[in-house]
């Protein structure tokens, strides 16, 4: 069986200038590869309550599933063990377009236009 893991790679559109925190308490204007880990934590906790929390899992067809980490801890390492290339741009407010754009479906068939900033990480 395959399984499709959320990218944790693109956030929130909030209102307000871009250095103001979201709903995260992040700041939308930091690159993704420069979060703290307590950012990093805050982005997990976010990121799975758009998708159904953490073990989520929907069966997506094909033999293939959408899951999301089944805990802030293995969200926390994720983030690090797929952290995108040290060039890349992307900012927390990229990733928060990016994950509101697949409309916290699981098995969002296609790579929704909002996640283009992170084609380079």
């Given amino acids: 069986m395959q399984w499709r893991a959320i990218g944790l790679a693109a956030l929130l559109v909030a209102c307000g200038s871009e ?10 204007s930091l690159q993704v590869t420069g979060v703290t880990d307590a950012q990093v934590a805050k982005i997990c906790d976010w990121l799975v309550a758009q998708f159904g929390g953490y073990g989520a899992r929907k069966e997506c067809g094909s033999g293939i599933s959408g899951v999301t980490p089944v805990s802030q801890a293995a969200c926390i390492e994720g983030w690090y063990h797929r ?11 990229d990733y928060e377009a990016c994950m509101l754009a697949r409309e916290g479906d699981l098995c969002y068939p296609t790579r929704p236009p909002a996640c283009e900033p992170f084609t380079a990480c």
Avoid: F, H, I, Q
Avoid at 19 to 28: A, H, I, N, Q, Y
């Fill in 19 to 28: 250095d103001e925190p979201d709903s995260l308490g992040v700041d939308r």
């Fill in 83 to 93: 952290s995108p290339n040290p060039a890349c741009t992307a900012t927390v407010g």
